[in-house]
């Protein structure tokens, strides 16, 4: 399988697993759709420390996490961040430089 199929995988498999179970959980209905994004950051928080991440905690101490976006707008964003990488994998290997190698 290729490294631009296996980056659109992980990138479903991590919408499926991390935002589908949430929403399916009741718990986005019970509070009439809304804070996805607060409780993902509240995830992110919780799983990820400052020293390892400082730009992430950054992110999540800014306004950035504060309120929900439309789910549909924030899935194409990160579908667009993905495939914008296939794209420059794709050129790169078009002008034959050399690739880094995934890290299995």
């Not at 935002?19 to 990820?48: H, I, K, Q, Y």
């Not at 961040?81 to 034959?96: F, S, T």
């Amino acid at each position: 399988m290729s490294t631009g199929t296996n980056a659109l995988l992980a990138y479903g498999r991590n919408i499926t697993t991390n935002v589908n179970p949430f929403a399916a959980s009741g718990e986005l209905a019970a509070r009439g759709g809304a804070e996805v994004m607060p409780a993902w950051g509240r995830t992110l928080e919780r799983r990820t420390d400052p020293e390892s991440f400082p730009a992430l905690h950054a992110a999540l101490q800014s306004e950035a996490f504060a309120r929900d976006d439309e789910p549909d707008d924030e899935f194409v964003f990160g579908l667009e961040r993905v495939l914008d990488g296939v794209a420059a994998l794709v050129h790169r290997r078009a002008r034959g430089e050399p690739c880094s190698e995934p890290v299995v």
